[in-house]
């Protein structure tokens, strides 16, 4: 199972849960690739009954399906960076670790969501926060936490700083941390590349549109990593698209938070939209 490319196209591989409204999840993702312009496949780990208002129901995949999805795009299609999204249980995270870690100097982006933006709950046991922090987090290329996931996953529950948040996340093994809507006015992330702490800022847009905002901003690093971007243009590259996706967002979809509406961006793209 090799992250080498083969051809001169770009392939991505996300792991996650579906999205049965269409704006978030396995189905954000691959809209975000394309509009990257990579080629994106997925290994389906979970199904919600959701729309914009909420999830209703959730229904986990069974652990060696996920495998076999995993094996089936590697070894034909293989990938030259993964996101990895919902992580339902101990035992799925392990797996993951287990294939993953075959991958050579292949990015992973972890996007550790524990909570839909509609606050229903998505997984999160304690057993699988600990399975993350111990084996996924060693293999993270950077990860994408909002300050609630990241307290969860540090620990540190009463810590407020988004600085000391990204860095313990980093002492746990993940190369980078980006701490998404770190800064309690404003819009913002704070990336700790593992030696200097970088602002992304900009305007907050109110649009109602923000609904699969964090899985866009995710995939959308996870494609230009994989296109060869450094993470800190990278990450800049995506909070600017993600806060143009909701401010053009889809306002004529759903009753509730309306999906976000990404444009065309990248390396291969003339200039950027915004």
């Not at 909570?115 to 994408?144: N, Q, Y």
């Not at 549109?209 to 060869?228: E, N, P, R, V």
Request: overall charge negative.
């Amino acid at each position: 199972m090799s992250g080498t490319p083969t051809g001169p196209r770009v392939r991505c591989l996300t792991i996650g849960s579906s999205d049965s409204g269409g704006g978030a999840g396995i189905q954000g993702d691959l809209k975000a690739f394309a509009r990257a312009g990579v080629y994106g496949s997925s290994a389906l780990v979970g199904v919600t009954a959701q729309n914009t208002t909420g999830v209703t129901a959730t229904a986990s995949i069974d652990t060696d399906m996920v495998g076999h999805q995993l094996r089936a795009v590697l070894e034909d299609i293989g990938t030259d960076a993964v996101k990895i999204g919902t992580t339902w249980s101990a035992e799925l995270v392990w797996l993951l670790v287990d294939r993953l870690v075959w991958l050579d100097e292949v990015p992973v982006v972890l996007d550790p969501v524990m909570i839909s933006a509609a606050g229903s709950a998505l997984g999160g046991e304690e057993d699988a926060v600990t399975a993350v922090r111990e084996g996924l987090l060693p293999l993270t290329w950077v990860a994408t936490p909002n300050p609630a996931e990241a307290r969860r996953l540090t620990r540190l529950e009463e810590e407020s700083d988004p600085r000391k948040l990204a860095e313990a996340i980093v002492e746990l093994g993940a190369r980078a941390a980006i701490i998404t809507d770190a800064f309690p006015t404003g819009a913002g992330d704070l990336l700790f590349d593992g030696e200097r702490h970088h602002e992304i800022t900009g305007p907050r847009r109110v649009s109602g549109c923000d609904h699969g905002a964090g899985c866009a901003h995710s995939a959308l690093i996870t494609a230009f990593l994989a296109q060869g971007m450094p993470l800190t243009r990278a990450a800049r590259t995506a909070h600017a698209a993600v806060s143009l996706a909701i401010e053009r967002g889809a306002a004529d979809i759903g009753a509730g938070r309306h999906p976000v509406e990404l444009h065309p961006v990248g390396p291969t793209t003339e200039g950027p939209p915004w």
